[in-house]
């Protein structure tokens, strides 16, 4: 079973995108015994975000490995233990730590099949948290998901709701490439941070794969697209819904994945809407917004009625305190600016 | 040690030097009057292991296919002593289609999976990546053993000792060689490392630690074995510093006008020195020592044949190979 759609789930049972995450890492743990977890905190705490929990208790310790802060020997490790044909879930526990490991990440994972004539596989799930929007500061809040997009040799999948996160999971366990999987923390349904609505959602019991690739329209319109990704696409859902009563007609674009990225659906929609808005909760500059508007010039720039328009984190550190923070993300406040912008209002 | 081990490791000396003569010829017969790096049927970087056989040949010789060596952008004598296609080898360090990386990796990047085989050309960061294989191999039962090399520049990197710490917690199938040859690129040890002897180091992970003086092959054969056997019964990583020589410059174009050893480097070339060692011990007569250099002549030019034949990778396909 595929889902392509987002509306595709058509189960009344609930998860949050955490359980929805865990559940697809298990039920591959089941399937495929080279399957597993390693990570720091991954063990009895279940992972900081909730990514893992209750996998120690179901695989025991040889499973779901928790590791020393030492993220280039363990993913490293991970790498190693990919190319001798294992299926290793490595977590990072937040993006922003990028930056102790990067060479294993991106000079050794991100290469090794290509250098080797496509000799040997890495297949690697690269979990990572990201997002702010709690104050967690310049270190601890950044989603940074166009840097690894910028880097070749990796898929990066970006899911936004419970139901992509199992299938996107699921496609990204059996995939044989390295895969960086970027969950929003905003998203994981914590009980300890302010929840989006959405981040409970339905999910189908059985396993499915949302294909890495396939961008899904997370809310059809006809005036602006508004092209996104992770928790901004609740934004921008939330922006539609009330923008709908001042007749502007938004239709919503959740990428779902990065790497590689859904090109045809973001035209086509622009197509439709004449209209480019994209929310992109990392740094603006070099980065996806940018990427996406150039693609569609590209492409067609003839497609565009008006100068498309992005709304992201201004080219600064994420600021602790509240209203600062909450001046440079991608606020719904933001974007319905940025709508009226774009249609001229 | 008996005189057919002896052999093995003085004709895998021979090997390996004899590769990496022809490689330099290869490599600087294209590039005159005027050195330039980029030119030539092999371009790029080459950083090549003459002085270093030991080594490798003595490590080697205590494993078999199914167990896994990351080498170092110096990687030419462990890929050699560990069994990787020559021909393909070659054939990859003259970019071409047949080679290992169909001409995408180049000499620092060498993939041999027939024979767990890789490198890195990142200093220390081919260590992290053996741990995984080591790990592969405990959680399937098998008794494969991950040997990591580096050099001794890269004893000082956080890589190298995260991996020691993570492999001895988790008992890894891991030997980690040391090649200290004294210079990195142009600094010599002296002033990048703080004590005398990397194997010192070993303690502070609670392994042991073992430095081969005089880069000495069988020294370094009898050292590895009881790193490998330790590895391979489950008692967990060993370090292996071998004070070895860089007979040539760090990349070739090197001028080394920094290193004022240079005069005493051809007195301590280990082959000649083994090669006397041998002779007068009775174990090699002139007849083995020409059938040594012929074969090893053979083989050699064979495998640069076979890399001159391939045809270079189509510019077109430069974008393929990125995803599997």
């Known amino acids: ?86 299926r290793p879930i490595a977590e990072l526990m937040f993006a922003d730590f990028f930056g102790v490991c990067m060479d294993q990440i991106y000079n050794h994972m991100a290469k090794i099949h290509y250098e080797s004539g496509g000799n040997v596989r890495v297949p690697i799930v690269l979990t990572t948290a990201v997002g702010g929007g709690y104050s967690d500061g310049a ?22 709701n419970p139901a992509d996160a199992k299938g996107l999971m699921t496609s990204a366990i059996r995939d044989d490439n390295p895969v960086v999987y970027m969950f929003h923390k905003g998203i994981m349904g914590l009980p300890w941070m ?110 565009l009625t008006a100068p498309p328009v992005r709304v992201a984190v201004p080219d600064v550190p994420i600021p602790y305190a509240r209203g600062l923070e909450d001046a440079v993300l991608p606020t719904a406040d933001r974007i319905r600016s940025a709508v009226f912008g774009v249609m001229g209002r | 040690m008996d005189t057919a081990t002896r052999l093995d490791l003085y004709r895998m000396m021979v090997l390996i030097r004899t590769f990496e003569e022809a490689i330099l010829r290869e490599y600087h017969a294209d590039k005159k009057p005027v050195f330039d790096i980029g030119a030539g049927a092999i371009p790029g970087e080459m950083h090549l292991s003459a002085g270093q056989e030991p080594v490798a040949a003595g490590v080697c010789a205590q494993l078999t296919s199914a167990d896994a060596v990351t080498a170092t952008h110096r990687p030419h004598h462990f890929a050699i002593a560990h069994g990787v296609d020559l021909h393909r080898m070659t054939a990859e360090i003259f970019g071409r289609v047949d080679g290992l990386g169909k001409g995408r990796g180049g000499h620092m990047h060498l993939f041999d999976p027939d024979v767990h085989f890789s490198c890195s050309g990142i200093i220390a960061e081919g260590y992290p990546p053996a741990l995984g294989q080591a790990l592969a191999f405990q959680r399937r039962g098998t008794d494969g053993v991950a040997v990591a090399v580096t050099g001794e520049g890269a004893a000082n990197q956080g890589a190298f000792h995260e991996s020691l710490n993570l492999a001895a917690l988790w008992k890894l199938p891991v030997v980690f060689v040391v090649e200290d040859n004294e210079w990195g690129i142009s600094v010599p040890r002296s002033a990048s490392t703080c004590i005398t002897s990397n194997a010192d180091r070993a303690a502070a992970y ?5 430095r081969v003086e005089d880069n000495s092959v ?8 009881e790193a490998v056997a330790r590895a391979r019964t489950g008692e967990g990583p060993s370090l292996l510093e071998v004070h070895t020589l860089r007979l040539w410059g760090h990349f070739e174009g090197d001028p080394q006008a920094y290193r004022h050893d240079l005069d005493g480097v051809p007195g301590r070339d280990p082959l000649p020195t083994y090669e006397q060692e041998l002779r007068s011990a009775g174990v ?41």
């Not at chain 1, 990570?39 to 120690?56: C, H, K, M, P």
């Not at chain 1, 396939?214 to 923008?243: C, F, M, N, Q, Y």
């Not at chain 2, 044949?305 to 430069?318: G, I, L, N, Q, T």
Request: negative net charge; charged residues 25%; proline residues 6%.
């Open chain 2, 218 to 225: 069988e020294g370094v054969h009898q050292a590895a074995a």
């Open chain 1, 194 to 303: 302010a929840k989006n609505p959405r981040s409970v959602g339905p999910v189908p019991e059985e396993d499915y794969e949302v294909p890495i690739g396939k961008a899904a329209i997370a809310r059809p319109g006809t005036d602006v697209t508004v092209a996104t990704l992770s928790l901004s696409v609740h934004h921008a859902l939330d922006v539609a819904d009330e923008l709908a009563g001042d007749d502007i007609d938004c239709e919503v674009v959740d990428l779902r994945s990065l790497v590689p990225l859904d090109t045809d659906t973001i035209l086509e929609s622009v197509g439709r809407t004449g209209r480019l808005l994209v929310v992109d909760e990392d740094y603006r500059s070099f980065g996806v917004s940018g990427e996406i508007i150039a693609r569609v010039a590209e492409r067609d720039p003839g497609l």
């Open chain 2, 206 to 210: 609670g392994m042991p630690g073992r």
């Open chain 2, 284 to 324: 090699l007569d002139e007849a083995a020592v020409t059938s040594a250099a012929a074969d090893a002549s053979e083989r050699v030019e064979d495998a640069i044949a076979f890399a001159r034949r391939s045809p270079a990778p189509a510019p077109k396909e430069a974008a393929d190979l990125v995803f599997a």
């Open chain 1, 1 to 86: 079973m595929s889902l392509t759609d987002a509306s595709a789930p058509t189960t009344t049972r609930r998860l949050s995108t955490s359980k929805a995450m865990v559940e697809a890492i298990a039920a591959e743990m089941d399937r495929d015994q080279d399957v597993f977890v390693m990570g720091e905190d991954v063990g009895a705490y279940g992972g900081i975000f909730s990514s893992t929990t209750g996998l120690l208790d179901r695989f025991g310790p040889q499973r779901v490995v928790d590791t020393p802060i030492s993220e280039t020997a363990f993913i490293g490790a991970a790498i190693g233990a990919a190319v001798e044909g294992m």
């Open chain 1, 139 to 160: 270190q601890h809040s950044q989603c940074l998901w166009g840097t690894f997009a910028h880097l070749p040799g990796m898929k990066v999948v970006v899911p936004s």
